[in-house]
């Protein structure tokens, strides 16, 4: 699909589909917004390289046997493996290739949601944005090993190409009885997704990666996280809202830089 066929598909499709077109409008709006605002000189001082390393760092005084966490994965990676194998023959944008698989949370970053869920043993998590479900796929299979916890996901269709059906298309059937899907946009569900819950463990912040966005996020989901609980944000670099927010709350996060592109970082913060 070229430039021109892009453009007319979306066209298309918005005045088909007003309310989401008016939707692509404020994102691409914001996306705009956000690349013509200087960018804070984030200089995180302790960027970590690994998930053990921010374990570690988490968890100073306890041990943990990784080669236990490592096999307990096996059989999800090899099936991620063949997902990802499939895909990449795919035309992006597609019906069968909705999402660019680049952007996505990298593995050692969903590696380290899976480790930090089979310590912390969550009941709750909410996550924002789900695509293919990469890190859905590590957090439920923790809750299974675990044999508790409930992921409660909000994501919705915006553009021609992409369908529900591919929304966490990743996820393997034997995970799926542990996760909650709610087919909508943050902005219009996590409120009343969050007071039917009360308080939850962690959340997981992988949706539009807009400044305006995750600080709306980020100040919503705040009061209802547990003490102890997390805020975790993929993308941070993107723009200044992880960094105001930390700034704001005086709150030091880690950061996990992922290898899936450049200058690219999971923003990791523990509520006091």
Same mark, same amino acid.
């Given at each position: 699909?070229?430039?021109?066929?892009?453009?007319? %598909?979306?066209?298309?499709? %918005?005045? %088909?589909?007003?309310?989401?077109?008016?939707?692509?409008?404020?994102?691409?709006?914001?996306?705009?917004?956000?690349?013509?605002?200087?960018?804070?000189?984030?200089?995180?001082?302790?960027?970590?390289?690994?998930?053990?390393?921010?374990?570690?760092?988490?968890?100073?005084?306890?041990?943990?046997?990784?080669?236990? !966490?490592?096999?307990?994965?096996?059989?999800?990676?090899?099936?991620?493996?063949?997902?990802?194998?499939?895909?990449?023959?795919?035309?992006?944008?597609?019906?069968?290739?909705?999402?660019?698989?680049?952007?996505?949370?990298?593995?050692?970053?969903?590696?380290?949601?899976?480790?930090?869920?089979?310590?912390?043993?969550?009941?709750?998590?909410?996550?924002?944005?789900?695509?293919?479900?990469?890190?859905?796929?590590?957090?439920?299979?923790?809750?299974? #090993?675990?044999?508790?916890?409930?992921?409660?996901?909000?994501?919705?269709?915006?553009?021609?190409?992409?369908?529900?059906?591919?929304?966490?298309?990743?996820?393997?059937?034997?995970?799926?009885?542990?996760?909650?899907?709610?087919?909508?946009?943050?902005?219009?569900?996590?409120?009343?997704?969050?007071?039917?819950?009360?308080?939850?463990?962690?959340?997981?912040?992988? %949706?539009?990666?807009?400044?305006?966005?995750?600080?709306?996020?980020?100040?919503?989901?705040?009061? !209802?996280?547990?003490?102890?609980?997390?805020?975790?944000?993929? #993308?941070?670099?993107?723009?200044?809202?992880?960094? #105001?927010?930390?700034?704001?709350?005086?709150?030091?996060?880690?950061?996990?830089?992922?290898?899936?592109?450049?200058?690219?970082?999971?923003?990791?913060?523990?509520?006091?």
């Amino acid at each position: 699909m070229n430039n021109l066929q892009l453009y007319l %598909s979306l066209l298309k499709y %918005s005045i %088909s589909n007003p309310e989401k077109g008016i939707q692509l409008l404020k994102s691409t709006y914001q996306v705009w917004c956000d690349a013509n605002t200087k960018q804070h000189d984030h200089n995180y001082d302790k960027i970590k390289y690994d998930a053990h390393e921010v374990i570690q760092t988490l968890f100073p005084e306890e041990f943990f046997d990784f080669n236990e !966490y490592k096999k307990n994965l096996t059989s999800l990676q090899n099936e991620i493996f063949v997902f990802f194998q499939k895909l990449e023959n795919q035309k992006y944008p597609s019906r069968k290739k909705p999402y660019p698989t680049i952007y996505q949370i990298d593995n050692e970053s969903a590696y380290f949601l899976y480790i930090l869920c089979r310590i912390l043993k969550p009941k709750t998590i909410v996550e924002t944005g789900v695509a293919y479900g990469l890190s859905s796929a590590y957090i439920l299979q923790a809750f299974i #090993d675990n044999n508790e916890g409930t992921l409660y996901s909000i994501d919705s269709v915006f553009r021609p190409w992409e369908s529900e059906e591919m929304i966490g298309s990743i996820i393997p059937t034997t995970l799926r009885n542990r996760w909650k899907f709610v087919n909508g946009i943050a902005t219009k569900k996590l409120k009343d997704m969050l007071d039917s819950l009360g308080k939850i463990d962690i959340f997981l912040h992988d %949706s539009l990666h807009t400044y305006q966005n995750m600080m709306f996020e980020f100040n919503l989901v705040w009061p !209802y996280i547990k003490k102890q609980g997390f805020l975790i944000s993929d #993308d941070i670099a993107s723009n200044n809202a992880f960094f #105001d927010f930390c700034t704001k709350n005086n709150l030091s996060p880690i950061i996990l830089s992922q290898k899936n592109q450049e200058k690219s970082f999971l923003g990791i913060v523990r509520k006091p």
